[in-house]
């Protein structure tokens, strides 16, 4: 079994989801230290303003956990929702995904960013791009170890005989302690991804998941999951 273990982030961007899609069993790991000013409580869309942060308000600090960060301010989902309609409500695919993000938005009301988090991205991965991996959470496997050896418990725990990690993670991982447990190693590439057209100018890859899906609708999984055929060029940003 191949799986993954990555902290929960907002609307993140394609290459998160290209992760969750080639694992057998994707785990939050939200049972650590939040990061101020990071993936976990904002991420950008393309306007004809330029980029723009959507960002979460919420009680976040070094001394929490990611699993412990409260929304502050329950207005945040309207005026993210507009700022959405505005950006890219003449997009081909809007009204193809309006009904499942407009719901995300406004027919919810967790205020728990690591819960929030996970269901824009379930939900999205579920029911908009037709992935079916298994989702799981590090809270349900406790361990007094920290970092990379708290990883090699879990994957220990659930019988992962493989595990996928992110670029960014390739200045802490010991490849030889995967080894030695048993776990091979793959490193995910973010190159590959196909530009498609994209409103408010030049091509633009690190921007949220919800770019793809407004310009191209059911054909979202292709643009999302590479082959060697696809596209030109790397992903310029590593975004986890």
Not at 118 to 130: C, M, P, Q, Y
Request: include cysteine; aromatic fraction near 12%.
């Amino acid at each position: 079994m191949k799986a993954a273990i990555l902290q929960s982030s907002y609307i993140p961007w394609k290459g998160f989801f290209d992760i969750i899609r080639s694992v057998d069993r994707f785990i939050w790991f939200d049972d650590v230290q939040f990061t101020i000013r990071d993936w976990r409580s904002r991420n950008r869309i393309k306007t004809s303003d330029g980029l723009r942060w959507l960002s979460i308000p919420c009680d976040g600090r070094q001394s929490k956990m990611i699993d412990e960060v409260l929304v502050t301010d329950a207005s945040w989902r309207r005026r993210h929702w507009e700022a959405i309609e505005r950006a890219y409500g003449e997009a081909p695919h809007f009204e193809w995904c309006r009904p499942v993000l407009e719901h995300l938005y406004l027919g919810e009301t967790e205020n728990r960013l690591h819960i929030l988090n996970r269901k824009f991205v379930e939900t999205i991965a579920t029911e908009l791009l037709g992935i079916q991996t298994e989702f799981d959470e590090s809270a349900r496997y406790p361990s007094s170890n920290r970092g990379q050896a708290r990883l090699l418990d879990i994957l220990a725990e659930i019988g992962a005989t493989s595990y996928l990690s992110g670029p960014a993670a390739r200045s802490y991982i010991d490849d030889a302690a995967f080894a030695n447990q048993g776990v091979g190693l793959e490193w995910m590439r973010y190159d590959g991804y196909p530009e498609y057209p994209q409103l408010h100018g030049p091509f633009e890859h690190a921007v949220s998941i919800i770019d793809v899906l407004v310009h191209v609708g059911p054909d979202a999984p292709g643009f999302i999951h590479p082959t060697e055929e696809a596209g030109e060029g790397p992903v310029s940003a590593d975004l986890d």
